[in-house]
């Protein structure tokens, strides 16, 4: 039985989960991470996608984020989402609809640097809508 | 002195506003337990990004290189505004409170010499400062349509004032919102966004090591418009609790005053009721007694 620490999942609007877990996978910038108790100190930006929370009991929540950054420390890791949705409330509608969005901004994007970002950010979009998200 | 005709109508005039007062002021108490569960709701992110980016900047504090939104252009020539208001009034000093402020503010930068730019956010304040301020008024955004305020909004607002920023439109954003106390005090308040100002945090806290994924810089970079984005929602969302705070003071009120109003008017309408009675009477008897 893994120790089990602080997770807590916010998003400006709400506070979406805070539990005792034993183990998150969360979206990090430079790939996807495992975070468990006694975690280094690691502070990253996040790109869309899944998060798996495993709960202390063994049930696992799934959460879809769209962009953000997580605080982790050894005893807690904190994930501070722009957007945040259970999964089950996602659908291939609302993420075609962002998809639009994240599209309409690179067109009025002004600088190349903001643009590759975008884009980057599309990038994981689609591969949400395309993948992972049951049709 | 009116006639009883007069009197009654006046009652009823009276007791209809009552009516509306009392309406209004339960619709503003239901909205404002909404607004004030959302302004809870938001807390907890905004004090984390707090929390984040005073440790991350108190690290970058000697850095050269640090980005504009924390360490400012070097200049404070040209003052940005952003004056959230309401939408609309009926709601006691509340919109006028944060337009003094925001005023006053505005002619002292002005005596100063710097240049002032005003950017408003609801119509009500929008309305007012166009009169004594109409070319420093750059932008205007409302929420009319909106119905529950979302951090899109927010979104919104700072894209703009970010936009403005990076084009070297003004030095210094101060930001003016009424911060919700209590449901019968909000208190106008002034609040510097740009340059980044962070609330110390206790140096014990700050001692954690972190490790940056991608590295610092980016991350800071990243968060820095983020925070004026959560800044303005956090703003906007008090202001909304505020608005409601003192629609229903207000309208509790006036539901009295016209209470008041209400029962002076039946007592004159009564007194002078029971005269003309008295009259009556007095002519009948006497004309009885003269035949």
Known sequence: MADAFNFELVSPERLLVSEKVTEVVIPAMLGDMTVLVKHAPVMTTLRPGIVSVKLASGQVNKYVVFGGFADILPDSCTLLA???????????????????????????AQSDEHKTKLELFLGELTHLHGNVIPA | MPSLKDLKNRIASVKATQKITKAMKMVAAAKLRRAQEAAEAARPYAERMNKVLASLSAANAGNANAPKLLAGTGKDQVHLLIVATGERGLAGGFNSSIIRLARDHALKLIAQGKTVKILTVGRKGNDVLRRSFRENIIDYVTFREVKQLGFVQADEVAQKVLTLFNAGEFDVATLFFARFQSVISQVATAQQIIPAKFEAVKSDEAQVFYEYEPSEEEILEDLLPKNVAVQIFRALLENNASFYGAQMSAMDNATRNAGDMINRLTLSYNRQRQAQITKELIEIISGAEAL
Do not use: F, H, M, Y
């Not at chain 1, 722009?82 to 009025?108: G, M, W, Y």
């Open chain 1, 82 to 108: 722009e957007s945040a949705l259970p999964e089950n409330e996602v659908t291939r509608e609302t993420l075609q609809k962002r998809i639009d969005a994240a599209r309409a901004e690179i067109e009025n």
